[in-house]
T-cell receptor, first 111, second 113 residues
Framework: DAKTTQPTSMDCAEGRAANLPCNHSTISGNEYVYWYRQIHSQGPQYIIHGLKNNETNEMASLIITEDRKSSTLILPHATLRDTAVYYCIVRVVRTASKLTFGTGTRLQVTL | SAVISQKPSRDICQRGTSLTIQCQVDSQVTMMFWYRQQPGQSLTLIATANQGSEATYESGFVIDKFPISRPNLTFSTLTVSNMSPEDSSIYLC??????????FGPGTRLTVT
């Protein structure tokens, strides 16, 4: 699976959009981009995933660049409950496909 | 999505003893995964458990230390054997969803003294 690079930490004011970047310059054509988050003392939570098109669900939007070498997770109106570590994971999708977690981005949402 | 529960939620154990962690899913799933999260670290996969076959262990993890059972499609156990303080971690199970996403349990926080 391709390696990803994320900033160690970010801050965001409550109510503003949180834009979390991820670089995956060695991504292969059959690898998807998945985002998870881990709120303190909880298990990771799946957020969203995509291959090459932009995706949106009730939690977030995922913007993938045309060359697929980077992506951005957007939380449109961050709240204090969005404070968490966010993981960008690039992986081939198959039945026994494991997740390889990097260090992620620690997002702190403040008043 | 799947709802996953784990027992116990936390435990404090003495070195040399063993602890069995249970993972229960609210639906039938083929693949279950067990992860470890050491203090201040990210998650590391221990093994993949497929119902009806032996678990597949990742490099650095062995069956004698982390035996896994998978008796049916909704349940699995992970045993941490002959524990040492280095085994103090959060242990999490997960299952795979329809679009190959994974859903995680709340974790079991283990402290070995």
């Amino acid at each position: 699976d391709a390696k990803t690079t994320q900033p160690t930490s970010m801050d965001c004011a409550e109510g503003r959009a949180a834009n979390l970047p991820c670089n995956h310059s060695t991504i292969s054509g059959n690898e998807y981009v998945y985002w998870y988050r881990q709120i303190h003392s909880q298990g990771p939570q799946y957020i969203i995933h995509g291959l090459k098109n932009n995706e949106t669900n009730e939690m977030a939007s995922l913007i993938i660049t045309e060359d697929r070498k980077s992506s951005t997770l957007i939380l449109p109106h961050a709240t204090l409950r969005d404070t968490a570590v966010y993981y960008c994971i690039v992986r081939v999708v198959r039945t026994a496909s494991k997740l390889t977690f990097g260090t992620g981005t620690r997002l702190q949402v403040t008043l | 999505s799947a709802v996953i529960s784990q027992k116990p939620s936390r435990d404090i154990c003495q070195r040399g003893t063993s602890l069995t962690i249970q993972c229960q899913v609210d639906s039938q799933v083929t693949m279950m995964f067990w992860y470890r999260q050491q203090p201040g670290q990210s998650l590391t996969l221990i093994a993949t458990a497929n119902q009806g076959s032996e678990a597949t262990y990742e490099s650095g993890f062995v069956i004698d230390k982390f035996p896994i059972s998978r008796p049916n499609l909704t349940f699995s156990t992970l045993t941490v054997s002959n524990m040492s303080p280095e085994d103090s971690s959060i242990y999490l199970c997960s299952v795979q969803g329809e679009v190959y996403e994974q859903y995680f349990g709340p974790g079991t926080r283990l402290t070995v003294t």
